[in-house]
């Protein structure tokens, strides 16, 4: 996924490095691994990375005040936090979708829209909650073995919105 080489896809952004922070396995995860890596990103950030944002393609479960904690420092340090908004074709105002509808400040929450730039059928909405859409319907990209697949979801809108977070910054 090399940005102009004329060779499979490329990202948003082309000239940036990503720190992986995997807690999620084939299991499932916890939230204090959400935690931890995400209070991680934010002692790199102190330390002088220059992270600008994460990609959080991932959600379930209830709200949590800890996490919620997490997220606020990494802010505070100047790191946004891009949430998927989910695909259960809900309304997030109704239905809260966690990390995406957490209320503090740095929480993106982010829909996905099809390539007529409609919304997707299975992506989550909401007014109050849902902050705004990507590309996430038949999106191309990179899997296991050098080869490519489309796939659909909230989870691949969201790298759209962290990319754009990304070039900003840079600019």
Known sequence: ???????????????????????????????????????????????????VATNNSWGGGGFSQSLSDAIAAGYDAGVLFVAAAGNDGTNNDVLPHYPSNDTGSGVISVAATTRTNSLASFSNYGVASVDLAAPGASIYSTTPGNSYDSYSGTSMATPHVSGVIALMAAA
């Open 1 to 51: 996924a090399v940005g102009n080489n004329g060779l499979g896809i490329t990202g948003v952004a082309w000239d940036v490095s990503i720190m992986a922070m995997r807690f999620l396995g084939p299991g499932g995860g916890y939230t204090s691994d959400a935690i931890a890596a995400v209070n991680y990103v934010t002692e790199m950030r102190r330390a002088g990375v220059n992270v």
